[in-house]
Structures are given as structure tokens and as C-alpha cells.
């Protein structure tokens, strides 16, 4: 009996950390990162911390004790979070027709660059394949890149070879190569109007093209919000923390705390920016990017409350859309106004970048 006591008593223990935590990221919806930065932190680990709830609600069940409510009364807290991030949606085959829009969102990693600066042509020319091969009417790529200065140049044969009547592009420097990244949007569709999104300490973050689909005018964005910078020896860390050194680890620590801390900082600036876009905005809005932050995050629950999220209608379970070493991320995302019915959603398991390919088919309602 005396050991069962003590098991129960880590097991509570240990269930109520949980909970504190779970509690922390639901609070990241409501909280902005300016105020307190941990909560964005917390919210990157919901999927993982959720699932650690539903084991110690598991748990208690075998054993017998209420103490299952402890963890379920946070989830029920959450519900809006946990719909955010899960959904079962089966995506019934749609035939599509003139009137549908077809979306495809894609960080293409800038063509796998290698140090030197110099991209792979297997997996640009996959990459370039995949498009063709779905002939969407709008495609936004994020980490669009090119070796050529002239970036013109190469950005008209794509144009050409993915059979696009318009394309935008908007570069930022990238230090790493003493090169050119950004982002475009090609489409089928006549471009009537284009801008930028930047300001003063940001790169450009934001694009935006009007489109005349159907003899309506609909702005596209096509958005990169501010990356984390993790380095692969970061997220080594995160995952499997090493304690020789307490300094180093003391250190090691804070600089990743520094990261994240300042990616919420500048994302919270960004999306304040984007919304004031999309208020001021007559026309109806298509908008996708690579956010760099999950749905329990203060971007998205800006974003969400005034766009719709194409996942929510029609995706399926979690479709984590980040490709890399930390689990269960989804932080690319196509946004749409209510004009539109939301037809289709899909997360397309190719591994020719960090992420994976979001595809939505859209119609005027």
C-alpha cells in the first residue's frame, strides 16, 4: 500500500507539471508574446504536452481515482485549442470545375542550398515537377531562391514552364550566402495591383497580389513570418538536453530562451502589420505562408479571428506541415475570407524541403 501511496504521489506530481504547462500554452491564444514570452513557448509544445495529459488521465482510470479530472478539465478548457490543432475532417472527392481555386503553399527551403550557396538541381527540378504536376492556379513559395543575381531571369522560365500568365516577387538579403531569397506568388489569373509588407528592423515578411478570378477582384498574400533560428545543434539540445557543464548548459539555455523570445517579439509586430492589411483590405482574401508558430500561438489566434482557417473546414487529424526534427509543428497555413467555400484541404508528404506542401481547393460561394 505504502508504495502505491508513493506512486501516486510522483504520478500527481508529475500530472499537475503537466497541467501548469497545458494551462500556459492555452494562455498563449490570449496572451500577447510582449507580455509574457513563456506562454508562446509553451504553446509550441501543446501537441506533445496534450498528449501527456491524456496518459495521466489514462493513468488514473486504471487506478481508480478522480484525479483523471484534473488533466481533462484543462483539455475541456482548451477545446477551441484542441479543434484548432486536430480535426477529422475525410476530405470527400470533390470534382473540380472552372470556378475552383486551387492553392499550393510551399517553404521551399531555397532549393536545399548547400553552404556554398549553390541549390540542388534534383530537388529543384522535383520541386518544379510537384507544381506542374498539380497545375494549381495559385502558388505561393516562401524561401524562393536563386544563384543568379539577375533572379529575373530564372523566375520567367519557372513562370513559363509552370504555364503562369503572372507572377510577383519580392526579395530579402540573405547573409548566410551573400544571396537573394523571397517570395513569389505565380497565377493563372490576370494581376491588376501588388505590394510589400516590411518595416523598419524587419526584411520583407509580406506580398500581396490583386487578382481578377471570375471578374472579381481577390488579394493573394503570400507570407514568411520571422524564423527562430534554431540551429540544428539547438534543436539537438532542446531535445536531448546534456547537463556536464552547469554553466554551459546555464548558457546554452538562455541563448535558446534569446531566440525564441525575440521570433515572438518581431512575429507579434509582423501580424499586427498583417491585420492592419487585411482590415483596410475591399477585396476578398486569399492568404498563405510559413508563420513559424503553431495554432495555440498569438499569430494564429490574431489571424484566425478574422480569416478562416482551411485546415478547420477540411483538414484531417494534425498534418503537421513542418518536415524537420521537432515533432507534431504545423506552422504553414492558407487563410481564406468567408466569400469563399473551402472544398478541399491536404498536407502532401513530399520531402523535397523542411516543410511539406499545403494544397486547398477554394470556391466563390
Not at 513569389?184 to 518595416?199: D, E, M, P, R, T
Amino acid at each position: 500500500m505504502k508504495r502505491i501511496a508513493i506512486l501516486k504521489g510522483v504520478l500527481l506530481t508529475l500530472n499537475l507539471i503537466a497541467v501548469v504547462v497545458l494551462v500556459m500554452a492555452l494562455l498563449a491564444s490570449y496572451v500577447p508574446p510582449s507580455d509574457v514570452a513563456v506562454f508562446s513557448i509553451a504553446a509550441l509544445v501543446y501537441p506533445m504536452i496534450l498528449f501527456a495529459n491524456l496518459f495521466f488521465i489514462g493513468c488514473w482510470i486504471l487506478l481508480k481515482s478522480k484525479y483523471w479530472l484534473i488533466s481533462f478539465l484543462a483539455i475541456l478548457f482548451g477545446f477551441n485549442n484542441l479543434r484548432n490543432n486536430f480535426q477529422l475532417s475525410f476530405n470527400p472527392y470533390t470534382i473540380k470545375n472552372d470556378s475552383h481555386i486551387k492553392i499550393i503553399s510551399y517553404n521551399v527551403q531555397l532549393f536545399a542550398t548547400d553552404e556554398r550557396g549553390n541549390d540542388s538541381a534534383e530537388i529543384k527540378n522535383n520541386i518544379v515537377q510537384f507544381l506542374k504536376d498539380e497545375d494549381a492556379n495559385i502558388i505561393c513559395l516562401q524561401e524562393y531562391h536563386s544563384m543568379d543575381r539577375n533572379v529575373y531571369t530564372p523566375l520567367i522560365e519557372l513562370n513559363n514552364k509552370l504555364l503562369k500568365s503572372s507572377y510577383y516577387y519580392e526579395s530579402y538579403f540573405n547573409p548566410r550566402f551573400d544571396q537573394l531569397s523571397g517570395l513569389v506568388i505565380f497565377s493563372k489569373y490576370k494581376a491588376v495591383n501588388k505590394g510589400k509588407l516590411k518595416f523598419t528592423g524587419s526584411r520583407t515578411f509580406g506580398i500581396y497580389t490583386d487578382l481578377i478570378i471570375d471578374s472579381d477582384t481577390v488579394r493573394v498574400f503570400n507570407i514568411h513570418l520571422a524564423s527562430i533560428r534554431l540551429q540544428s545543434s539547438d534543436i539537438d539540445f532542446v531535445l536531448k538536453p546534456e547537463f556536464k557543464d552547469q554553466e554551459s548548459f546555464k548558457n546554452r539555455s538562455a541563448s535558446i530562451y534569446a531566440k525564441l523570445t525575440n521570433a515572438f517579439l518581431l512575429r507579434e509586430q509582423q501580424i499586427n502589420q498583417v491585420i492592419q492589411e487585411i482590415i483596410a483590405c475591399p477585396y476578398p482574401i486569399i492568404l498563405c505562408g510559413d508563420f513559424n508558430d503553431t495554432p495555440s500561438s498569438y499569430v494564429y489566434s490574431m489571424l484566425s479571428d478574422k480569416l478562416v482557417d482551411n485546415f478547420i473546414r477540411k483538414g484531417y487529424m494534425l498534418s503537421r506541415t513542418y518536415a524537420g526534427n521537432v515533432p507534431y509543428l504545423r506552422i504553414d497555413y492558407i487563410f481564406t475570407t468567408n466569400h469563399f467555400k473551402i472544398n478541399k484541404f491536404e498536407r502532401v508528404k513530399k520531402n523535397y524541403s523542411d516543410h511539406f506542401p499545403i494544397i486547398s481547393t477554394v470556391s466563390h460561394k
